[in-house]
């Protein structure tokens, strides 16, 4: 029994279902707020310096929060889209992992980000981070796409492509992302949400490493088995694969089986 199995044995009844469809409705309530002025995006986000300065709530307000707030009505058509993407996907990963295990991943990469956030105050103690739940987001695509690596999204509404080529897009800008950030503070909070991904998943990578390094292996010996010649001459070395039209035959020569050519029979 591993160690997942272990703590959803023990911890199953605390399980939340739908638990990011509760976060998308709390999201649309915010958003709805902060378009009737009601409310300011800036006071829920998680922003360590204003934490340790009292304001306590924005460790979980943070989390429902809107990714981004819409100018124009594609903006807000989009936002839709992506809050519905989400909700997919996580009904897909609770199927396949079932709830508690997809809530721990969730809790997992919220701890890790909260974590990150403070740890990146204090090496860049002279810039102010600040964190929002596109992290969310993104550790559930990239669960998604390592658990349906073949399922295709249409991209503009017309482009197919594969999850895993996404997903291998998405991690190319993100280490360009990651570049570009000014401070260690600022990219050691951007990464470290993802560590739940590398903490899941990492049987798997292990597992998939291998695989690879076995096809490898066994391409390598094929192709070498492949270029190596079945028959040599013992008498003027000549292979099957430099003289193709030769006939090679077996006859045993002092007790021992040896390889000659035709050429060499005639002479």
């Given at each position: 029994m591993t160690l997942w199995d272990k703590l959803e044995k023990r911890l199953n009844f605390i399980a939340v279902p739908n638990v990011v469809l509760t976060l998308i409705v709390a999201q649309l309530f915010i958003y709805a707020a902060i378009l009737v002025g009601r409310l300011d995006l800036t006071s829920i986000i998680l922003v360590p310096k204003a934490v340790l300065?009292?304001?306590?709530?924005?460790?979980f307000s943070f989390l429902i929060s809107p990714p981004y707030l819409a100018d124009t009505l594609f903006q807000a058509l989009f936002l839709s889209f992506f809050w519905y993407i989400f909700w997919v996907m996580s009904q897909t990963l609770e199927q396949e992992w079932g709830i508690f295990r997809f809530n721990l991943y969730l809790l997992c990469s919220v701890m890790f980000s909260v974590l990150g956030a403070f740890i990146g105050q204090i090496i860049s103690p002279q810039t102010t981070l600040y964190v929002m739940p596109e992290f969310l987001y993104l550790s559930t695509f990239f669960a998604f796409a390592t658990v349906n690596p073949n399922m295709q999204f249409l991209i503009m509404f017309v482009i197919p492509m594969k999850v895993k080529w996404i997903a291998w897009i998405m991690i190319a800008l993100g280490v360009l992302t990651v570049l570009s950030l000014p401070s260690m503070g600022h990219r050691i909070a951007f990464v470290a949400p993802y560590l739940s991904f590398a903490l899941f998943f990492k049987g798997a990578l292990n597992q998939h490493i291998q695989s690879n390094k076995r096809r490898k292996k066994f391409e390598f010996e094929r192709r070498e088995s492949e270029e190596s010649p079945l028959h040599t001459c013992v008498q003027c070395g000549a292979?099957?694969?430099?003289?193709?039209?030769?006939?090679?035959r077996y006859k045993v020569l002092l007790g021992e089986t040896s390889c000659v050519c035709d050429n060499c029979r005639r002479n």
């Open positions: 300065g009292g304001e306590w709530w924005r460790l292979t099957d694969k430099q003289h193709p039209e030769r006939d090679f």
